[in-house]
């Protein structure tokens, strides 16, 4: 079975600045998919990023990028220029094609951005 | 991206009555659709996955005569609560498979208190 691990329940960073939520999975899988999705205040999930295994590249949206190591099963997401509409949880997820596979999803991470 | 409604948004009821609640692919098919609960500050958990035309997937521990589920098309599916009790009351979200983009789609969630 997969797992996916944020190990950092919180945290906080300047407006404008940069900060990288760390995000680890465990999986016997060579062709899977990543996802970031970001949970505001109205609790809405809202897909921030995706990753496909077999691609090297690293995916990017807007500010928001990530670092993806298949060899060390991490997949961390970079947001640069934090802007106060940030402030969410985010969770990172997990999903083995085909798509009506499940997502696992890891414990979420709650980021405050400082005025 | 793809947008999934879902509808209530919030709804209270009394401990013994059943609640419907409504998801909705807006604009593309989905042939799969899933049903979370979420506890605030908590992961989302799988509750059930829906396949079109056929019966739900239910996870180890879901009460399927209690949480009834039904996807009778490509772009609707209903959780449907049955005889409601306190211990019910909880954030529930659906989302619902892109097949074009191998990614699922949330709903902006359905609040639910039972008293």
């Known amino acids: 079975a997969q797992t996916v691990t944020q190990s950092q329940p919180e945290m906080s960073v300047q407006e404008a600045e940069t900060v990288t939520l760390s995000c680890t999975y465990d999986t016997s899988e060579s062709n899977y998919y990543l996802f970031w999705y970001k949970q505001p205040p109205s609790r809405q999930m809202i897909l921030v990023i995706r990753?496909?295994?077999?691609?090297?590249q690293n995916a990017t949206e807007n500010r928001f990028s990530v670092n993806f190591q298949k060899a060390a099963k991490s997949f961390s997401l970079k947001i640069s220029d934090s802007q106060l509409g940030d402030t969410a949880m985010y969770f990172c997820?997990?999903?083995?094609?085909?798509?009506?596979?499940?997502?696992?999803f890891g414990k979420g991470i709650t980021l405050s951005v400082r005025p | 991206g793809a947008v999934v409604s879902q509808h209530p948004s919030r709804v209270i009821c009394k401990s013994g009555t059943s609640v419907k609640i409504e998801c909705r692919s807006l604009d593309f098919q989905a042939t799969t659709m899933f049903w979370y609960r979420q506890f605030p500050k908590q992961s989302l958990m799988l509750m059930a996955t829906s396949n079109e035309g056929s019966k739900a997937t239910y996870e180890q521990g879901v009460e399927k005569d209690k949480f009834l589920i039904n996807h009778a098309s490509l772009t609707l599916s209903t959780l449907t609560v049955t005889s409601a009790h306190p211990e019910d009351s909880s954030f529930y979200i659906c989302?619902?498979?892109?097949?074009?983009?191998?990614?699922?789609?949330f709903g902006p969630g359905t609040r639910l208190l039972v008293l």
């Open positions: 990753q496909e295994a077999y691609k090297q």
């Open positions: 997820a997990f999903m083995k094609p085909p798509g009506n596979s499940k997502l696992t």
């Open positions: 989302s619902a498979r892109s097949l074009s983009e191998e990614t699922q789609y």
